[in-house]
């Protein structure tokens, strides 16, 4: 992302670039040298000896990360990442795998169609863009390292500390940037995790329980408490990963017959727990499943008390979802079970809102704005696209084009970010990523990336709408976005979609370093695609991006916004290159290359002249001598332009000083 705060611009060395650089192509030539090799046996207890020096020096913050890489200006340290290796997640299910050793492992090879089952035999090295353990497969014959790169948790969770057990889909093996063997995960859905506290036994869907005698039904029904009332107990202690697992645990066993046929109340009062760890996990498609299932339906109070919570759970989830009628009928029906519900009654007023929003464009922006804080970063609102649709661009791909006119200054549409990351948060992430498909080193918001694939998780109904967005990498062209273990995400995938199509909202809650930039993605405004002559803009309220016409557009016109608003042509064309991968052709961008390229430089002298001049001249109570300088600035930058070639088209390099022209009053 580019940013307009100079200062928070990230450099390199030359000598820094080249490390990345020879670093990654290194590991490629070797990875090509050793494709297909047998793996090396290692020595377990040396193995397991440099795991636990390494995650005790971490643990000191002192450990070596080799991902680290030190840059000029005020980025500081930040982690070098290589990219554009993509490969695509596992989407055959556990049950369908054959199991494999870790003595079976070939060098950089995808053992696509296996299954490898390891436990864990070291302490977890944790560092900033990845974890790593040394395993052991089940009959403790062999070790080997196992690293999960930058979607290296859950919920908060380093995934690696969960458990002890893991099963890896389709096992990737190769070697790291420093030459070392390892088994590499990028794709959370290809780690299979198995919690300790989960009995296995209680989650396969044989349930180990023969028969449907009284005595088996106890069983069951005993072992299905049981897993309540641990996730009770995880829930009061606010462990709610393990809280989930096991109300899960007990899910499995309450909704077989041998328990359901004679208790259908103990699934329902686990789905409401659930429910519950869900919104708090803000898996909210699953908790609103899951209270929906709870519902008794009965008429006696304490049914109705139940019934009164599910409604609420599941108001509550489809109201973060954006389901406003969904989460209308719910708090509706809390109201009829719960009269006089406080709750339900300020949710339903909020809701009516909402569908003014929703319907009208109707938004409070100047309330919105006020309730706006470093610690609620976020506002409550409705998106408003209402006036555009989605629709083929001749040469651009897909584009937002209006469906009816809209005056100058008019709303066109606003959006909720799909996924926003504010600098001050903890999940904030900047890398240097070096990309081998165009050799080009650039600073990347990962922890948005990271951000955008647990929502995904979070929340998997929501991956095919994020993945029609446009990314360089477009995966293995299966689109399977679920197995039997659950929701799959292509992370590579989420990378190049998020290059591509995020922004800054700018720093509206105080001072952001180059390290903790606040980034986010929409996925409705990611259509609109750029224009040096722009008939939009876009400005940001919190996490809300609202569009508005420059110009009259009329029904059926495509609408355009500036991604890079550069006055210098050359600086503009590179970083809209770089950052979203293609050049410019528009009518001033036309008319700029054809000027010549002594002109553009002359051009750009003078705007640097005119930026620096205003930004040490304050035009109120000017000198008359300040002020003549800024119009003989303003005249020389003017007539770099061809009056013929440029007419009806904007001069956008003495806009700063012309500016300042506007605003300047004299001394008296």
Known sequence: ?????????????????????????????????????????????????????????????????????????????????????????????????????????????????????????????????????????????????????????????????????????????????????????????????????????????????????????????????????????????????????????????????????????????????????????KQFEEAKTDASNSLIGREDERSKELDSKACSRAGLAAY??????????????????????????????????????????????????????????????ANFTRNTEVRDSPGRGHGLFATCDISPGDMIMCEKAFCLVWGHEYEALTAMTFDIRDDKIRVSPVGLARSIVQKLLNNPSRIDKFMELYGDYQGDGKHVTRTEDGPVVDTFRVHDIMSRNAFSPGSQYGEESASHASTGLWIWAAHINHSCVANAEKEFIGDLIVVRATRPITAGEELFISYEESS????????????????CDCALCAAEKADDSAVRKKRRELAGEADAFVGREHPVNAKRLAIAKAQRLARSINETYDEKRYKGLPRTAPREIQHWLDQASPRR
């Open 1 to 281: 992302m580019t940013s307009k705060n100079k200062e928070n611009t990230v450099f390199l060395t030359e000598q820094e670039a080249g490390r990345i650089q020879k670093t990654v192509k290194d590991r490629v030539e070797k990875c090509a040298e050793l494709v297909g090799h047998a793996r090396e046996s290692r020595d377990s207890k040396a193995a397991i000896s440099q795991a636990t020096g390494a995650s005790l020096m971490a643990d000191m913050g002192g450990a070596p990360d080799a991902d680290l890489t030190q840059t000029k200006g005020k980025g500081g340290t930040l982690p070098a990442l290589a990219v554009g290796q993509p490969y695509p997640p596992c989407t055959v299910s556990l049950k369908d795998l054959r199991p494999m050793k870790i003595v079976d492992l070939g060098v950089d090879i995808h053992h696509r169609g296996c299954k490898l089952t390891v436990k864990r035999a070291s302490p977890v090295v944790s560092l900033v863009a990845r974890s790593w353990i040394m395993v052991q497969d089940e009959a403790g014959d062999d070790i080997e390292r196992l690293e999960m790169c930058l979607h290296k948790t859950r919920h908060g969770e380093d995934i690696l500390e969960s458990a002890s057990t893991f099963v890896i889909k389709e096992p990737y093996f190769t070697i790291t940037d420093q030459g070392e063997a390892t088994l590499r995960v990028d794709h959370p859905s290809d780690l299979i995790v198995y919690r300790d506290e989960i009995d296995r036994s209680n989650v396969t869907p044989a349930n180990g329980v023969k028969g449907h005698d009284e005595n088996a039904s106890a069983a069951a029904e005993k072992v299905a408490r049981t897993c309540k009332d641990k996730g009770n107990a995880a829930l009061a202690q606010k462990d709610l990963s393990l809280a989930h697992a096991k109300y899960t645990e007990g899910l499995m066993v309450a909704k077989q017959d041998v328990v359901s046929n004679t208790n259908p109340d103990l699934a329902r009062d686990i789905s409401r727990n659930r429910a519950h760890v869900d919104i708090l996990l």
């Open 320 to 381: 973060n979802l954006g389901e406003y009628e969904t989460a209308k009928h719910f708090f509706e029906e809390r109201q009829k079970l719960s009269p006089g519900d406080k709750e339900a009654k300020a949710y339903l007023r909020n809701i009516e809102v909402r569908f003014r929003e929703e319907k009208e464009g109707k938004h409070d922006l100047k309330k919105l704005k006020a309730g706006l804080s470093r610690a609620r970063p976020r506002v409550d609102a």
């Open 568 to 583: 210098d042509y050359d600086a503009r064309q590179t970083a809209l290159m770089t950052t979203w991968g293609f050049e």
